[in-house]
């Protein structure tokens, strides 16, 4: 049964020119159009749901319409409230009036303005504290005092209008001097020891914030004007870095401000004009000064290391660049990290040799200050590689520990034996010692070395150093009176530490491997250089 009655369907095909239209048929078309009309109010609804309203409107049954491929109502809402009117000879019956209107009329009749949307539009009001002149802004002539001629008629006519003057950013007159002071030392008397006072007091300073956008925007355009100027160049990173060691200044929005300057005096093609000047420790300086921003600043931040990185090493892999560009490049990959050489540069240490030596050799490179920069670059490289390398060594300190054997020593020609960590005064009386704690020695001897044993076990057997005799723990041996249950679980957890234990050594024999293979590659192509990275007591896992 319908809730839509076949006479209404009568009447619908009577309003679109069907008068011979049976009952039987009006009747069985009822429940297809109740299906279609809730199809298209449940999307409509679902578009009300989506819009974040609780009211159906037109708008919703265009857009279920729309997405049903059905054709839309066409025309424009209309905020008039419908007029019902009641029809004749009907009590309960009322219909909307619509009245037929002439294309005459309409032709002739002015266009109507349409109805806008609510809509949000923007302007600026302000642009870095100056209001831009534009219609949606108020002028600033209307806070102009009108003349004493006009009448008070007129004062009281105008509308009060509250109009805020632009926004301007006021330094005390004490900062402004000690913004221009310092300005001038930068550029007149970085040698001086006033210079290293202004620094200090820009490292420590409280009141300093709001200096800070001054300072960013005169050390940006001093660098791009003064790449010429190693002086100042580096009197500028200096109050750079006196400014990230005050912990007193929020520097962090004014970072992208800051590190195109920084990046610049890392991998620019030439700073100063000067073969004297010390470009090189400027690079040095600017790259540990990069490394402590990632640093710092990199959890803020999580795209900061990553574009240093990327811009680093295009720098590093473009062959167009120059030597020197290499060199910064290459100091500020290694000033990021250990895992950063490992990852960048070592993959491309080959290749970027074979490139490098024809720039070392006399016969290939005559000029002496190309072969001078090579040698920097090749310098760099050394040193970045040397400094991974140790610190893989480093990863398991147990495994490159000294030995613990004696060793044949000569004195004179006296031959005598030196046990390494005793003291010379005592001597060795484990021969002396009963069977059970000479075992007890040798296993513990054994465990540090190869850190295999479990706990269990450490457990079991005491240090013979400790001067007791070795004895059993109670509490390592089952009770008797304990439950079978209790048993079996110390037992299943001194294998799951045997088990650990066992992964962990592993673990730590492939790290030996891995540096031992690391070691051999660097050697093929540093030579001997690279072994001076190596402590002795390192190296002779590897002898």
Avoid at 20 to 30: G, I, K, T, Y
Avoid at 213 to 219: D, E, G, L, Q, S
Avoid at 293 to 305: S, T, V
Avoid at 524 to 534: H, P, T, Y
Wanted: hydrophobic share 40%; glycine share 4%; proline share 6%.
């Amino acid at each position: 049964m319908s809730i839509v009655p076949k006479e209404t369907i009568e009447v619908i095909a009577q309003s679109v020119g069907i008068s011979n239209l049976s009952p039987d048929v009006a009747l069985a078309l009822a429940p297809d159009v109740e299906y279609r009309l809730r199809e298209i109010m449940q999307e409509a609804m679902k578009c009300m749901r989506h819009s974040r309203r609780t009211t159906l409107t037109t708008d919703d049954v265009d857009s279920a319409l729309s997405l049903r491929n059905v054709e839309p109502i066409y025309g424009f809402a209309s905020g008039d409230p419908l007029r019902f009117k009641r029809a004749v000879g009907h009590k309960d019956l009322f219909y909307i009036d619509d009245k037929d209107v002439e294309f005459k009329d309409i032709i002739e009749a002015p266009l109507p303005k349409a109805p806008l949307d609510t809509a949000v539009t923007v302007h600026w009001l302000a642009i870095e504290g100056v209001q831009p002149k534009i219609p949606e802004n108020a002028s600033v002539d209307g806070l102009a005092a009108p003349p004493e001629s006009k009448p008070e008629q007129t004062k009281e006519e105008v509308l009060p209008v509250d109009i805020k003057l632009p926004v301007k950013h006021i330094l005390s007159r004490e900062l402004q001097l000690y913004f221009d002071k310092i300005t001038e030392l930068v550029v007149g008397g970085s040698e001086s020891p006033l210079f290293k006072e202004a620094l200090a007091s820009l490292s420590t300073d409280s009141g300093l914030h709001p200096l800070v956008p001054y300072f960013t925007h005169f050390i940006a355009d001093e660098v791009v004007r003064s790449l010429n100027d190693f002086r100042l160049l580096f009197a500028l990173m200096r109050v750079v870095r006196s400014l990230l060691l005050n912990p007193h200044i929020h520097i962090e929005p004014y970072l992208h401000q800051l590190m195109p300057s920084i990046i610049t005096c890392l991998v620019a093609r030439r700073l100063g004009n000067k073969f004297a000047d010390n470009h090189w420790q400027l690079r040095d300086f600017t790259a540990n000064m990069v490394a402590s921003i990632c640093k710092r600043f990199g959890h803020a931040y999580h795209n900061l290391q990553p574009r240093v990185t990327r811009t680093l090493l295009h720098a590093f892999l473009d062959p167009t660049k120059s030597l020197t560009q290499h060199y910064g490049a290459i100091q500020g990959l290694a000033a990021l990290g250990t895992g950063v050489i490992r990852l960048l540069i070592l993959p491309n240490l080959e290749v970027y040799l074979q490139m490098l030596e024809p720039e070392m050799q006399l016969e290939t490179q005559k000029n002496e200050i190309k072969r001078h920069e090579a040698y920097r670059v090749y310098g760099a490289l050394l040193q970045a590689a040397g400094k991974c390398l140790s610190e893989r060594l480093k990863l398991f300190p147990c495994l490159l520990s000294p030995p613990s054997y004696a060793f044949w020593k000569t004195n004179k020609g006296k031959v005598s034996t030196t046990l390494p960590n005793k003291r010379k005064a005592t001597t060795d009386f484990s021969s002396l010692q009963p069977p059970v704690k000479k075992v007890a020695s040798e296993s513990i001897l054994m465990s540090s070395q190869t850190e295999s044993l479990s706990h269990a076990t450490q457990d079991a057997f005491s240090s013979a150093s400790s001067g007791g005799s070795a004895v059993v723990r109670a509490s390592s041996l089952p009770n008797g009176t304990s439950s079978r249950g209790q048993r079996q679980d110390k037992v299943d957890a001194a294998h799951d530490v045997q088990k650990r234990t066992l992964n962990s050594t592993q673990v730590l024999m492939k790290e030996d491997v891995d540096a031992g293979n690391l070691l051999s590659s660097l050697s093929e192509l540093f030579g001997e250089a690279i072994l001076s990275f190596v402590q002795s007591s390192e190296m002779m896992i590897f002898l």
